[in-house]
């Protein structure tokens, strides 16, 4: 990763999917340095079968598992921004809460999930292709633009301008991420969402099957892959 790069943001929609999506790759960001945070719009609270389990519960478990994950990756900071789970809208209110978290800690590189309706349907949560879209909106050109959401100004936080965007991507990507050295600490970190997990050997095995493929191509053990998109060099 290039000087250009000194700051990283990961939108997601859940706990969890940073790591899933990109786990090796935030572990190689941070190892070089560059300084990582993860922006998390909803609070997962509706992801367990546990019939006993409410949904208070789950958000404050699943918070808690998320810090646990990020510290393991070398991530410092977690901003949640709690909207409710499986039912993340594309609205001024979500948008300008993403566009507040650009704004505050203003990355070089934002990483992103797929827009896209893919087969992939775990992939392909609604709510992960509402959160891709509402981060690439807010990257250009709401973060961007000093007259978009005037209460931003109203609190300090100045437009900024992000140099570039990667989204996961698993069909023909430009961007394969060789994850070899980091794929233990990606295995660790998933390892700490708990209440997600009900057979971490599966998911483990299922994990490295994939990485395994991704990286085929290239040579590499392990890989995670991406398309870029540059806006600024
Ligand atoms: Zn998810």
Redesign the pocket.
């Known amino acids: 990763m290039t000087e250009r790069i000194q700051r990283v943001m990961v939108i997601?929609?859940?706990p969890?999917?940073s790591e899933f999506g990109a786990g090796g790759t935030i572990a190689k960001l941070t190892r070089d340095g560059k300084v990582v945070t993860y922006c998390i719009l909803t609070n997962g609270n509706k992801g367990s079968s546990d019939r006993s389990m409410t949904p208070e519960r789950l958000a404050k478990i699943r918070e808690e598992e998320q810090r646990n994950a990020a510290r393991v990756l070398g991530v410092e900071t977690v901003d949640f921004l709690g909207f409710p789970d499986c039912e993340l809208e594309d609205t001024r209110e979500t948008r300008t809460a993403v566009s507040g978290a650009i704004r505050r800690h203003r990355p070089d590189l934002v990483i992103i999930q797929n827009p896209h309706r893919t087969k992939l349907l775990g992939a392909s949560?609604r709510?992960?292709r509402i959160a891709a879209g509402i981060a690439l909106d807010c990257v250009y050109p709401l973060a961007r633009d000093h007259m978009a959401f005037p209460e931003l100004m109203a609190q300090g936080l100045e437009p900024h301008k992000v140099k570039e965007v990667h989204m996961m991507w698993w069909e023909n990507p430009e961007l394969v991420v060789d994850i070899s050295e980091t794929m233990d600490l990606k295995i660790k970190a998933l390892a700490c969402h708990v209440s997600q997990l009900k057979d971490m050997a599966a998911v483990e095995k299922r994990i490295r099957e994939r990485s395994a493929e991704l990286g085929k191509p290239r040579g590499y053990a392990y890989a995670e892959t991406f398309e870029p998109i540059v806006i600024d060099r």
Do not use: V
């Open positions: 997601t929609a859940h969890d999917d949560h709510d992960h």
